[in-house]
């Protein structure tokens, strides 16, 4: 296949991932911000130094529960209060923030800093951002390897952009070992989330594919969607 087709931009089309406010998969279920608490009583748990109530704060500020909160320097501030305390929420949130350079300096070695912190804590996000920065040398030196090896983390953990840029990466042979029948199989578990792209490129291995080469993708893809359930 001719690698040409396989070009892809290794983000989003809208930027970076946004970090998914109130995510439940890291034992954060006590943390996310409560619309019926009085934002005084928030602000004062926040400035008595508990971690939790400075995540919460930082997400109202950020305005993902009501527009009228929105307020990004604070957001900026409570995030890298709670940051700094190992909420990897926080961490991933204020990654986002150094990169779009909203409330503070766009600074995209800080912002890769602080994706890593929460990728090292299995955030599925922040290891797709990470891997990002790796493909593009945002922030650190381009390594197509550490690419590979973060979108491989977040794929796992049933991200679905991840699993498009897995795919790609091994359809075109760049930080792995080139294998369409793994293409197929991450591309099947992106596409399954809905990913318009990861459908368009399994349609052009679908056409170059033999008919033993994609009977084995297929199986493999099957196999590993079994594996996801429940991530």
């Known amino acids: 296949m001719d690698a040409s087709r396989w070009v892809t931009c290794f983000r989003p089309a809208a930027g970076?991932?946004?970090?998914?406010?109130?995510?439940?998969?890291?034992?954060?279920?006590?943390?996310?911000?409560?619309?019926?608490?009085?934002?005084?009583?928030?602000?004062?748990?926040?400035?008595?130094g508990e971690g939790a109530a400075q995540l919460a704060l930082a997400i109202r500020y950020d305005?993902?529960?009501?527009?009228?909160?929105?307020?990004?320097?604070?957001?900026?501030?409570?995030?890298?209060?709670?940051?700094?305390?190992?909420?990897?929420?926080?961490?991933?949130?204020?990654?986002?923030?150094?990169?779009?350079?909203e409330g503070t300096a766009e600074d995209y070695v800080e912002g890769a800093k602080w994706f890593r912190q929460a990728s090292?804590?299995?955030?599925?996000?922040a290891q797709l951002n990470l891997a990002s920065c790796y493909a593009n040398g945002h922030g650190v030196?381009?390594?197509?390897?550490e690419a590979a090896r973060w979108f491989r983390e977040?794929?796992?953990?049933?991200?679905?952009?991840?699993?498009?840029y897995l795919g790609i990466l091994y359809g075109r042979?760049?930080?792995?070992?080139?294998?369409?029948v793994e293409a197929y199989k991450w591309l099947t578990a992106s596409a399954a989330q809905g990913v318009k792209q990861a459908r368009d490129s399994l349609e052009t291995l679908d056409s170059v594919l033999s008919a033993s080469e994609l009977e084995a993708a297929r199986k493999a893809a099957a196999s590993m969607r079994l594996s996801l359930v429940g991530r």
């Open 173 to 180: 042979g760049e930080g792995v070992s080139q294998s369409y």
């Open 16 to 48: 970076w991932k946004v970090v998914v406010v109130c995510w439940m998969g890291m034992g954060l279920r006590l943390v996310a911000a409560d619309p019926v608490v009085e934002l005084k009583e928030l602000e004062a748990k926040a400035l008595a």
């Open 120 to 125: 090292e804590q299995g955030h599925p996000v």
């Open 141 to 145: 030196t381009r390594d197509l390897n």
């Open 154 to 164: 977040s794929a796992e953990r049933n991200e679905p952009m991840a699993q498009y």
């Open 63 to 101: 305005g993902h529960e009501r527009s009228e909160y929105r307020d990004i320097a604070k957001a900026f501030h409570w995030y890298k209060e709670a940051a700094t305390k190992g909420y990897a929420e926080a961490q991933a949130a204020l990654g986002l923030i150094y990169m779009r350079g």
